[in-house]
């Protein structure tokens, strides 16, 4: 299949100037003329660049406020850039996303003419495909009822319905999917399949990171108006799970939407520490911490299903014991053992145990699917006297988002017909 | 300028915009009477009766000044409003937003012409067929109506910054009512004032109106000229503010 280059963004930025003074009135703005001006400038985007094929379809990642909508309104049309500029070779949807209608009084059937006439399609061609737009929204009940009566899933089911009916090249989807209920959702997915038959382009923004995968080929993340990275979607949306904290685009640590602990599993956690016998022992080998570290080797407690975990322990062996083991155990959130393990299980032989060191333990791979999960480090000798003991003192947390399995575990499976 | 496809999306937004405006009462023709009717009552009592104005069938002649008066003053404050009460829509879609204001003025237009015909039927009634010079009629409200697009233009593009430009609006039109030949004949101004008081575009467009309707008078060349000139004026002005910055200020929206 031969590129055709289709969107081009180059060196695009974009400023916005925040007066600490609003001056959204005349009276105002005539008064600060009196005054220097008194502002904040906020780059909403800074230095973008990336390029978009035709038949190709990006995703476009990053918390809310890193700028993915300003560069939407950019590349639509709607906003000027600052600097740089972006380029479009063919025609793109006029629109970034359908909730609101043009009246709130009118029907939906009378909206979707609305809509229809600025994506460029003349009565005929509405008329033709009417039915089936209404059909695909699945509104057919509701078509005839004002638009203040739809809820927000509905608008957007309109709009959406009548976006992907316009004739253009490049469809601009805004997190059409989170308000969609799952029949909705399975048809937006074949939708985007046809439309990426016919070659044409989406850009897709969404926090459903399996979504981008599933659609998108590749993917750019931003974060506070930073391009962080532009690349094959599924390495940009593990990045971004592992490196929700990105500081002036390099990568150190996590946080992020729906990624991060709710207050709920917060307030468990710190009740659970604070329990009598979390720690025991008389620490003649003491723990002192623990770190826990990603696939990309930072330290985190977020990880992603069938990724790899390493758990660092750090120890001072206060009375220079020999007879030494450590050991972990991970526990679900509800208390059930998921696993256990020790140096000497492992075969593993403790030499040169030094005053004070650390000493990893690689798990290859994540087998839970998701859930929280606490973690037990314990040092101990090889009759089970306990030197110290950490119980379920820590915590993480796996999320799946390269699969659609289900259940408890994820074991490596895979089908094969034999006559 | 504007495709097919925009027409039809103007024609769309006009029609469906003035049938809500009936459809949402009972009454809803009527209801669009009760404000000039009223109007006509309050002035007609108050400039003939107690002041004792003299002027032969000022009736019709305040009627048409009223309905005149009220077709500026609705097209421009319902233009003024035009794209910041469809934010939800600007922010979203790339389109010629300019669209909403014609489109807003059109609207206004089409009351206009209800209320004009309730005027007809006045006429008729009071004054009988008026002659074919009537039809003249015709210009002085095209005129009116670019005007009124013209105002709407800078008004609507200023009001997406500037929110106090709805109530600067609000007092303009209160003095405009008054400083235009409505309630009382031109002639009652002195005359060392008229030629700052015809600079006034109402001014002009009202006493030509009349002069067609009631009184078979065609304006004379000086009046028409005037009446070009400041409209050529405020329509290109407008729309020159309204092309020049209302992508700048639709960041503010």
Known sequence: MQTEKIIEVRNLSKLFRISYEKKDTLFASIKGMMNPLQYSDLWALKDINFDVNKGESIGIIGENGSGKTTLLKILVGILTPTAGYSKIFGKIAPFLELGVGFNEDLTGRENIYLYSYIMGLSKDEIDKKLDNIIKFSGLERFIDSKLSTYSSGMRIRLGFSTAIQSESDIFLIDEVLAVGDMKFQHKCFEVFRNLKKQRKTILFVSHDLNAIKKICDKALLLKEGKQVVFGESKYVSDLYVYSSIIENGKINGLKGRNLTYTKKEFKNMEKLKKQVNVRWGEKEVEITKIKLFDKFNKKNNLFVSGDPLKIRIYYKNNENIKDLDFGIGIFYEDGRHCFGTTTEVENYPLKNIKKEGFIDCYIKRLSMQEGNFYLNVIALNKKHYHYDWHNKMYMFKVIKINNLDQGMFNLDCKWKISR | ?253
């Open chain 2, 1 to 253: 300028m504007l495709t097919k496809q925009e027409i039809s999306l103007i024609k769309e937004l006009t029609v469906s915009e003035f049938k809500l405006r009936y459809k949402n009462s009972v009454l809803g023709f009527f209801w669009s009477l009760l404000k000039p009717l009223a109007m006509l009552t309050t002035l007609y009592i108050v400039f003939r009766i107690f002041i004792k104005i003299d002027s032969e069938q000022y009736s019709l002649f305040l009627l048409l000044g009223i309905i005149l008066w009220n077709f500026f003053s609705e097209s421009t404050v319902f233009g003024l409003n035009s794209i910041v009460s469809k934010s939800g829509i600007v922010k979203k879609m790339n389109f010629k937003y300019g669209i909403l204001i014609i489109s807003a003025c059109l609207v206004s237009f089409l009351s206009f012409l209800l209320n004009f015909m309730v005027f007809a039927i006045f006429l008729l009634f009071i004054k009988g067929l008026p002659s074919l010079i009537s039809l003249f009629i015709i210009f002085p409200v095209m005129a009116l109506f670019l005007l009124s697009l013209g105002a709407s233009f800078a008004l609507a593009t200023f009001f997406i910054k500037y929110r106090d430009i709805g109530y600067l609006w609000d007092i303009i039109l209160q003095i405009g009512f008054w400083i235009s030949p409505i309630a009382y004949p031109i002639e009652i101004i002195p005359a060392k004032y008229l030629n700052i008081y015809m600079l006034n575009p109402l001014a002009n467009l009202i006493t030509i109106s009349r002069g067609i309707v009631l009184d078979n008078k065609l304006p004379n060349l000086e009046m028409i000229l005037t009446s070009f000139i400041t409209l050529l004026i405020i329509l290109t002005l407008g729309y020159a503010i309204y092309k020049f910055k209302h992508r700048k200020f639709i960041e503010y929206i």
